[in-house]
């Protein structure tokens, strides 16, 4: 660590010595110079907007080494964002304009600044006049470049460099990791800490702090979360699904087993018109199986039932008996059921099959004779679904979200909500209804989406573990990520066309109709009743918007959106978005949209370095707290080098997290992201439960949100940390957070040690009332790449009492009061 700063150092003052030199040719600091802008050519501009200056427009000074002070924000993310042939011109006002060449088709983008350093929202015109002026080159640092060159003002450069100096500051600081501090802290001794409350400061926090987030991504949700077995069961899947695959098809998992049949997809007579594939088996001679391979296999448990149905029929009228197998890899039958087809209609038919064995296997169907056969959403699901719900859940993965405790649930995304691309926006009425009529579309993650974990399932399942409800959906512009523009003139995404607007504000107001309202009065509470559900399902909060570019194409159709829920329900808590960082444009812009609106609730979004997380503890502390606008952290994650989660990621996590509950009162909500991941099919790390067909696999961050959820509280008392060591950088890695939990009267002590060394604390709760003398103490720790289990005992309780924090560790006293 000393290397790093000892070069940064030398970094900062050859720079200084460079820039010094340059001006003492002229033996004074000049009043103005030359400033050349361009976006280097090496990598297409992906860089971004860069500048060098220069006294005689011969020798140019980079203004920060490859430093991007505008990068294009146009197409998805990496390679796609380009800023080619940049021309950055004054207006008269003083304002400076750049605009530049997305590529080769889609025209330009343009931002504006009053100093290079913040930029407004881009947007991104077809044609412009701007564009015009002519290309100068310049070498800078030994490479030739073309930009354009302006007078200006030697202050200018000056706070283009200072800028650039204080972010490589910052980022030395937000580079310090755990798995360094051997060096960092060498010969320090154990520290001595005491933690007194301030009960007479307590405070009302939110009672929803702790959250989860489910977004399909990872194979989340089909064979995932979702408990069906049969991968491909409405023969939906389509090449587009993954950007033209040509084998992602209506047959992909399935396979014809066998001679003299026939198996072909057809659409000419579908079930519905939301689920228009279907399978034609045509068999000359009976022997030949239809065998469906499911999500790496279909897992059976011993002795475990598990429902077989399908809708099929026979166009000749003629009766065929099928024989359903689950087969292991070896051809042993692990399981059988069978089942005769005569209708010519399209029917329903269900058998149960109980399994033999513990096995891993596949679905086959044979028929027993020959002739023609209709089949479509050929399902098998386990009887043994979380809480027993039919069309249900993964027992295992349901009941590890559950056990975080958390107190609400956002869904259905993410980037899934607002899609890729106009036609491809999540839309909820296509998820509720019969299985059969929901409409199956493109997951942006790169896979298909069947709609059997719908909106239905997702309100079931809040409601199932006591967790508030908060769906997202899309402020009538697809993700910001997005590769389908749309119409170009309406900015990146487009935008849904304003003539279009008031039918999707409609289906939001559905929405909130089909979760709360009276299941006789209203249409749509009608229809969630005649699902299952009579009771409103009492959604509170609703989220519009996630990771959006806050554009005046967003701005727009964000209002409208906004002021009619407020306008009919204006009880509703609705949820805006400030982009996918913590600061920039998106960021500023965001926040000041919902200033300006009165947004009740914005979604921010980080992931960050160990280092950001432990510089940025005071992060909420600055915030205003006369603003009416709350705060919802709806993603954010501890990233390190190849994107492990371990006691380093996690203890990270625990230590900011005891900065939100002291900040709860304008923190409301938080949530990890992304919550789950199947093995072999991450589009995304780290994520908080990892799983495969038999097994979860919670993370060692998991339990550090667990161990919130399960103690949490309303109400925050205050405390004050004296150490014997004061060095800042050990102080910054010592927390505590004390909490009332008021319906149980408990109190629980969180405490972080992110040292290498123990911290012996003496904790005095003088003031917090009378307790029983022995509390459960829950201790996760471990060296900074261990990924270990929190281990459970009781101590000894007393007004003033004594706890060993190890090394590396996070600890939860839950004291209850006496009785």
């Known amino acids: 660590m000393r290397k790093l700063f000892l070069f940064l150092a030398v970094l900062f003052v050859t720079f200084q010595q460079v820039t010094l030199a340059a001006i003492r040719e002229v033996a004074s600091t000049p009043d103005s110079v030359y400033l050349f802008s361009f976006a280097a050519s090496g990598d297409d501009g992906r860089s971004g907007l860069r500048f060098a200056w220069s006294m005689d427009q011969e020798n140019w000074f980079e203004v920060g080494r490859n430093y991007g002070y505008l990068r294009c924000d146009y197409s998805r993310w990496g390679s796609q964002k380009k800023m080619l042939d940049p021309c950055l011109k004054q207006s008269s006002e003083g304002e400076w304009i750049c605009t530049w060449k997305l590529n080769d088709r889609d025209g330009y983008g343009q931002a504006t600044s009053k100093d290079l350093i913040y930029w407004t929202s881009q947007k991104y015109p077809r044609t412009t006049s701007d564009f015009e002026g002519m290309r100068v080159k310049a070498v800078v640092a030994g490479e030739e470049q073309k930009g354009s060159i302006n007078r200006v003002a030697w202050e200018l450069v000056e706070g283009l460099s200072k800028h650039y100096d204080w972010n490589q500051y910052r980022n030395s600081l937000y580079g310090e990791r755990p798995v360094q501090d051997g060096e960092r802290f060498a010969g320090l001794q154990p520290v001595q800490a005491t933690v007194t409350v301030q009960p007479e400061r307590a405070k009302e926090i939110s009672e929803l702090l702790l959250g989860a987030f489910f977004e399909d991504i990872n194979y989340s949700a089909d064979g995932g979360l979702y408990a069906e077995l049969i991968q491909n069961r409405d023969f939906e899947y389509d090449p587009s699904d993954r950007e033209g695959d040509k084998n992602w098809n209506s047959t992909h998992s399935w396979a014809l087993k066998g001679e003299k049949a026939g198996f072909t997809i057809d659409t000419a007579d579908p079930i519905h018109p939301n689920n228009p594939h279907y399978a034609v088996l045509d068999v000359e001679q009976p022997g030949a199986a239809l065998v469906n391979a499911g999500f790496d296999g279909i897992a059976l448990n011993i002795g475990e039932k598990y429902d077989f149905s ?74 043994d679904t979380f809480k027993g719900r039919k069309n249900g859940l993964r027992k295992d993965l349901a009941q590890t979200i559950a056990d975080i405790h958390p107190r609400f649930i956002r869904f259905p995304g993410g980037c899934v909500a607002h899609g890729d691309g106009l036609k491809n926006i999540y839309q909820w009425k296509n998820t509720v209804g019969p299985l059969e009529a929901r409409k199956a579309q493109r997951n942006l993650w790169g896979y298909h989406q069947s709609m059997g974990l719908g909106y239905f399932e997702y309100f079931q399942f809040c409601e199932d573990i006591g967790a508030e409800p908060l769906p997202v959906l899309a402020a009538g512009v697809p993700c910001q990520n997005s590769a389908c523009h749309g119409n170009l003139g309406g900015g990146q995404q487009g935008g849904i066309p304003m003539s279009e607007m008031g039918a999707y504000i ?95 609730m914005v979604d921010e979004h980080y992931y960050q370095s160990p280092g950001w997380f432990l510089h940025n503890q005071d992060f909420y502390d600055k915030y205003d707290r006369s603003k009416k606008t709350k705060v919802y952290l709806g993603e954010y994650a501890t990233h390190i080098p190849g994107r492990k989660a371990n006691i380093e990621t996690a203890l990270t996590e625990a230590l900011y997290l005891a900065s939100l509950e002291r900040n709860g009162d304008v923190v409301h909500m938080t949530s990890y992201a992304p919550l789950l991941a199947k093995e072999r099919h991450t589009q995304w790390n780290p994520d908080l439960i990892y799983f495969n067909n038999r097994e979860v696999k919670p993370t060692t961050g998991y339990y550090v949100q667990k161990l919130y959820g399960q103690n949490a509280g309303n109400e925050y008392l205050p405390s004050k940390i004296v150490l014997d060591n004061k060095d800042d950088k050990v102080r910054k890695r010592f927390a505590s957070s004390i909490v009332r939990d008021s319906a149980s009267g408990d109190v629980i002590v969180k405490l972080v040690n992110l040292l290498p060394v123990e911290v012996n604390t003496n904790v005095d709760l003088s003031g917090i ?21 929190p281990v459970e005992d009781r101590i000894q309780i007393a007004e003033k009492f004594d706890c060993n924090l190890p090394a590396y560790s996070f600890t939860v006293i839950r004291i209850q009061k006496a009785n």
Request: aromatic share 8%; proline share 6%; charged share 25%.
């Open 310 to 383: 399908m809708f099929a029929r026979a166009p000749q009228g003629k009766s065929s008996k099928l024989k359903i197998r689950l087969v292991d890899g070896e051809g042993k039958v692990c399981g059988e059921t069978s089942l005769s087809v005569s209708s010519r209609q399209w029917k329903t038919y269900k058998a149960v099959i109980t399994a033999k064995v513990t096995a891993d296997t596949h679905l086959e169907i044979i028929p027993q004779s020959a002739g023609e056969l209709n089949l479509d959403m050929v399902s098998l699901f386990p009887q």
């Open 506 to 600: 409609q289906d939001i107001l559905d929405l909130i109709e089909w979760a709360n309202g009276d299941a006789k009065k209203t249409k749509w509470g009608k229809v969630r009743a005649e699902a299952g559900h009579p009771k409103p399902f009492n959604l509170k909060y609703i989220g519009i918007g996630n990771e959006d570019l806050i554009t005046d194409i967003f701005k727009e159709r964000f209002t409208m959106i906004f002021n009619a829920i407020k306008e009919k329900y204006p009880e509703m808590i609705v949820v805006g978005t400030v982009g996918p960082f913590n600061e920039g444009t998106d960021y500023v812009e965001g926040w000041k949209l919902a200033d300006k609106l009165g947004v009740p």
């Open 769 to 789: 009332g009378a307790v029983q003398p022995s509390a459960k103490r829950t201790v996760l720790t471990g060296k900074p790449t261990d990924t270990p289990l």
